[in-house]
């Protein structure tokens, strides 16, 4: 099964509003990523947070980390149109350089 | 820089037909990485280099599968011979470390 499990699927909110995308894994963890990928694109990253923080920002993202439930949650506020995307979570496994990502979740900004 | 450069972006094969991707990683990255991404599987690490040495190929389906980094700008993923189910999106990424920077993928057909 996967590391990394992100919940919704897919998400579709109108424009203006806030976005939270939640992600799970099952193992212990030094980082946890975060990545968009648009329709026929390749994945960009979009913010990394370390097993010691427990929360960090990046413009309009704000991530969160729970080690002590093995959960991520990524907020993006203020949705745009151009923030449809599919957004995907990342675990490095054993501290080495390999991630492991989740499924995705399909996220629609309607204007 | 130009990011990670794939080649070719799309590639329609018969079946028994071998198949050649190519990436050029950025330069200075020491990582790097041959993803495969399905609807059914999600995005999968076939195999990963470090400094031109495979690190890890434990997500190699086949023997069909192959692939090689003969130096620092430049790797291969072979397939030979290619089947019908290899069809999919196949990203190559880059990293110096941990952020990985994904290329634009090779969407792969087999008929």
């Known amino acids: 099964s996967q590391q990394g499990e992100e919940d919704p699927q897919a998400l579709s909110i109108q424009e203006g509003e806030n976005a939270t995308m939640n992600c799970s894994y099952k193992?212990?963890?030094?980082?946890l990523q975060w990545y968009r990928q648009n329709s026929g694109r390749g994945l960009v990253h979009l913010i990394l947070i370390r097993s010691n923080e427990r929360e960090k920002h990046s413009g309009r993202l704000r991530v969160t980390l729970d080690t002590s439930k093995k959960s991520s949650s990524l907020l993006i506020t203020a949705s745009r149109a151009a923030d449809t995307a599919s957004y995907f979570c990342a675990t490095d496994v054993g501290g080495a350089q390999k991630l492991v990502f989740g499924q995705g979740t399909r996220l629609t900004i309607n204007p | 820089d130009a990011g990670v450069i794939q080649s070719p972006r799309h590639e329609v094969t018969e079946m028994g037909q071998e198949v050649t991707l190519r990436c050029k990683p950025i330069?200075?990255?020491?990582?790097l990485f041959w993803y495969r991404q399905t609807m059914m599987r999600g995005l999968e690490l076939l195999i990963y280099?470090?400094?031109?040495?495979?690190?890890?190929d434990s997500g190699m389906p086949e023997d069909r599968f192959s692939a090689k980094m003969p130096n620092a700008s430049f790797s291969t993923l072979k397939i030979q011979p290619s089947e019908p189910r290899d069809s999919a999106v196949y990203f190559c990424?880059?990293?110096?470390?941990?952020?990985?920077?994904f290329g634009p993928g090779t969407r792969l057909t087999v008929l």
């Open positions: 193992t212990s963890i030094n980082n």
């Open positions: 990424a880059s990293s110096f470390p941990n952020e990985q920077f």
């Open positions: 280099f470090n400094n031109n040495v495979p690190i890890d």
């Open positions: 330069s200075g990255h020491d990582y």
